[in-house]
């Protein structure tokens, strides 16, 4: 099974709206992290956001917040005020507590959501 | 912020040679860097796991013969594809962590390697 879902293969957004990435994951642990990253068509990836399991409030920065919902191991990206800039793969990921003790905190990606703003 | 440099980012390598791609960590100590692989328009899938000191981890179905991962010092990870194929074509990259914090984790640029 799959540890992150992401539903949609692309998504169009009117430029100055705001657009909702979605996030599910699976996981058995009780502490892990999730992120968010941003993939221009440079290819580098740019971090955006982090959410704790044990977070309790929402994470945010800047135009982008973490929509975490525990009990339905969502966390999908709300990015406001969309610009052309924004338009780009992003990926959803988790990071689980290593089997094999510390330094061993591999990320593993979804599949990404397309990003196309709209002028 | 941390930054994590990877070189070269593009390059043209005839089939049956070794290519070497060098990560660093430019302003952190990093015990432990990752290497992903991403063909087009899919996810990064992770290749290993580098240690410093220590032999790399394999995910399976990754060559560890042909992926050759060395983390020789606390800041440099190099991978080396060896006798390189058409197939190996993609867009490597790697991520390092720090030891102190696990809320991020640095890329660097990433390289893409075609094989003619």
């Known amino acids: 099974a799959q540890k992150i879902t992401q539903t949609q293969p692309g998504m169009f957004v009117q430029e100055k709206e705001a657009v909702t990435l979605d996030c599910t994951y699976d996981?058995?642990?009780?502490?892990?992290?999730l992120f968010w990253y941003k993939q221009p068509s440079s290819g580098e990836m740019i971090f955006l956001i982090y959410?704790?399991?044990?977070?309790?409030q929402n994470a945010t920065e800047g135009r982008y917040s973490l929509n975490f919902q525990k009990a339905r191991k969502s966390a999908n990206l709300v990015i406001s005020a969309s610009q052309l800039g924004d338009s780009a793969m992003y990926f959803c990921?988790?990071?689980?507590?290593?089997?094999?003790?510390?330094?061993?905190?591999?990320?593993?990606f979804g599949k990404g959501t397309k990003l196309s703003v709209i002028p | 912020g941390a930054v994590v440099s990877q070189h070269p980012s593009r390059v043209i390598c005839k089939s049956g040679t070794s290519v070497k791609i060098e990560c660093r960590s430019l302003?952190?100590?990093?015990?432990?860097m990752f290497w992903y692989r991403q063909f087009p328009k899919q996810s990064l899938m992770l290749m290993a796991t580098?240690?410093?000191?220590?032999?790399?981890?394999?995910e399976q179905g990754v060559e560890k013969d042909k992926f050759l991962i060395n983390h020789a010092s606390l800041t440099l990870s190099t991978l080396t594809v060896t006798s390189a194929h058409p197939e190996d074509s993609s867009f490597y990259i790697c991520?390092?962590?720090?030891?102190?914090?696990?809320?991020?984790?640095?890329f660097g640029q990433g390289t893409r390697l075609t094989v003619v």
């Open positions: 996981t058995s642990d009780q502490s892990y992290g």
């Open positions: 302003d952190f100590q990093a015990t432990t």
């Open positions: 959410q704790g399991s044990y977070d309790e």
């Open positions: 991520s390092a962590s720090l030891w102190q914090t696990n809320t991020e984790a640095f």
């Open positions: 580098s240690n410093e000191g220590s032999k790399a981890t394999y």
């Open positions: 990921a988790m990071r689980e507590t290593p089997s094999s003790g510390a330094g061993s905190y591999q990320l593993t």
